[in-house]
């Protein structure tokens, strides 16, 4: 089986990061190229992952979109 990365605890700073993103992203659709790569990139930090965040592959960033989305529902429990 193999070994998973560790995630890295979520500081202050990105749990402001993300929930900003969020309201740009929470329908599923980003409003903008910005808004995609900030939710790309606070994904990659988080799960330590290489995500481009000029990707356009579907998959790639719906699992961006998912991660980002259980941590926006943890922060706001």
Known sequence: MPKRKMEKPITEEQKQRIL????????????????????????????RTRYKTTSNCSSCIATCYNGIKKIVDEISM
Not at 20 to 47: D, F, M, P, S
């Open 20 to 47: 900003k993103v969020w309201e740009l992203c929470k329908t599923g659709v980003a409003q903008n190229r910005e808004a995609k790569a900030e939710l790309i990139t606070l994904y990659n930090e988080i799960h």
